[in-house]
C-alpha cells in the first residue's frame, strides 16, 4: 500500500486504468485466498489512497463476464441479468466491483470483459492451442472440454473502447459512472471444436484431436456470451476483429517467438 501511494503521489493520475489482477479462474479454485488478496484487496488499496480519497481520478476497471456465472445464457447477457459467480475469481471481480462503486466518490467505470485473446494472450484456448500445436506437435492436440461456447473479442477491439474512454471529457465522464460489458457485438458463438477447426483452416491440415482428463476445469460455465450495446451506444464503438482475425494473429505471434527461441 505504501509503494502504491509514493506511485500515486509521484505520477498524479487524472485516469487510472485497472488492471491488476490474478486473472485465471481455474487458479482460483486451488489458489482461492491469493485471488481474493490481489483482486479484491488490491482493488481497496486503490480506493482507500490518501491520493484517490483527496484527488478522485477516474478509475476504470476491468472486470469480467465471471461475475455472471450460474445464470440462463439462452440470450447475451446484459448489465442487468443476474450475478452469480461460480468461481472465486468471479466472487472477487463481483466483490472488486462493488466495493468500488460504493466506496470511490469520483468516477468508477467496471469493464465487464468477455473472452479477449489475441497475440501476447497467455492460458487461455487460443493461445493454449497455439502453444501446442507450435511448439509440441502439429498433427495431435491434447484438449479437454469439447463443448463449451465463447464469445470471443480480439484483444485489439479492447484497445479501441480504452482509447475512446480516454477521449472523453471530463465533463461527460458521468454517465460512465457504472458497470459494462465489453463483448463483441455480434452474436457469433463458438464452440471448441469449431475453434479448432479454424485452426486446421489456418495451418492447412486436420489434427488428431486427444481428449485430456487432466486439462478439464471443475467449474466452467457451458456458454458465455454478451451484449455490449450499452457501451457500444455510448462510446459509439463496435468490435470489427472476427474469430478468424484472433486465431490467425495469435497462431503468428506465438509462431515468430518459436522461432526466436530456436
Known sequence: AEALEDLLVNIKPDIIIHLAAQSRPDISLSRPLDTIKTNLLG??????????RNNRPWIINFSSSAVYGDIEWEEPVTEQSPTRPITTYGVSKLSAERYLHANHEGISTSLRLFNCSGPYKTKDLISDICKRLIFEDENNLKIGCLNTKRHFLHVSDVVEVIKRLLSIKKEE???????????????????????????????????????????????????????SELLSNNLKWKSIKSIKDIIKDSYFYMQNLHKQNE
Open 43 to 52: 482493488t481497496i488499496n486503490i480506493v482507500n489512497s490518501n491520493w484517490v
Open 173 to 227: 465522464r458521468n454517465k460512465f459512472n457504472r458497470e459494462f460489458n465489453l463483448a463483441p457485438s455480434h452474436k457469433n458463438l463458438n464452440n471448441v471444436i469449431e475453434v479448432i477447426q479454424e485452426f486446421e483452416n489456418l495451418i492447412g491440415h486436420k489434427v488428431n484431436i486427444k481428449k485430456d482428463k487432466s486439462l478439464f476445469r471443475k467449474k466452467d460455465e457451458s456458454i458465455i456470451w454478451g451484449n
